[in-house]
């Protein structure tokens, strides 16, 4: 295969999930998590249909407890000024109880002249020598292949998992080891039945141009591509095992997933912290991880953050889209902006 058909054949897949960076991956852990991360159906969701009784262990459908997705939105305010915008919290994936959305969602949509992401994909999408060019990032150019940044063990593996679904290509082991977490990462998810490949933001992005309204990005391909190779080998050997190991109980694996969905879709924000992933990693890997997590989600928060700050200060206000665990977790956006003294509001009506 030419590399340019490689380039297009890998595709529909990356863009379906955003993954633009690793930080950008879906990520299933199915241990326990403590009290605070327990969930129970709340108060209006409706009753699911238990597993023992479908035939589809890997159809989300069949552990959805959230029927009428009300998500986290958040309105922040410059106490100074006075001037205000919404942001909206994601997860990168849709299912059929997704749409629509809350008024009090749509209606901080229908308000704003502009909508921001986190990264349009769709210009580079529509490019195909951008997208080689981004993708050509991704290459060893040491003269080294994937074989000698992960173990052995690993590589069989994953070979072997890529090439069950036909997602394996012989030019993939010139590729980074970030670059295979986050194949095997999609080609799990993948198997999840009844899971949408479509993004909420990519979703306003298409309405927003049907509307002729602004859509501008958050970051640039340069940081999105410093987030790719953010991973140490270590770290990226344990995901590319561990994702595979999570996949092989696909009921497991979808169940898990769709618990993530729902607790996004009753706005139930800390359980997914990006500080609880990867959790059955070893302690010689929590630098690696610590490192990871502050070159793309910390460096992402302070970016939006910044970005907000510029917004308010010339007197903006877009509805932004960004990942809900720019909001959870000890270092969330909402946590920098608040320190600094503006107002953030939780919106649910």
Known sequence: MSKKGFFAALTAVLFAFSAASCDNELHVDERPRSSVQETTAAEGEKGTQSADTNTMANDI???ITVKESKPALWRITDTNSGNGLYVLGMVYFMTDYTLPLPDYVMDAYKNSDTIA????????SQDMEQMQEFYSHMVYTDGTSITDHISEETYNKAK????????????????????????????????????LMETLDSR???MAKMENKKVVSLADADSQ???????????SDFMISDTIRRAEDIGLFTKTLAEQYNQWARGDVEPLAEEYYWLDRSSDLDDDYEAYLEATLYAKNDNIAAKVRDF??????????????????????DDILAAEGYKIERVDK
């Open 61 to 63: 459908n069949s552990y």
């Open 225 to 235: 591509l410093r987030a790719m190779d953010a991973g140490t080998d270590e770290l």
């Open 117 to 124: 992401v986190e990264y349009d994909m769709s210009n580079m």
């Open 204 to 206: 306003f992005v298409t």
């Open 160 to 195: 072997e998992y890529l090439s069950k679904y036909f997602f394996y290509n012989n030019m993939m082991d010139g590729y980074s080891a970030n670059f295979w977490a986050s194949q095997v990462n999609a080609v799990a998810v993948g198997n999840v039945k009844n899971i």
């Open 312 to 333: 308010l200060a010339d007197g903006e206000s877009p509805f932004i889209i960004v990942n809900v665990t720019s909001f959870s977790g000890e270092k969330g956006v």
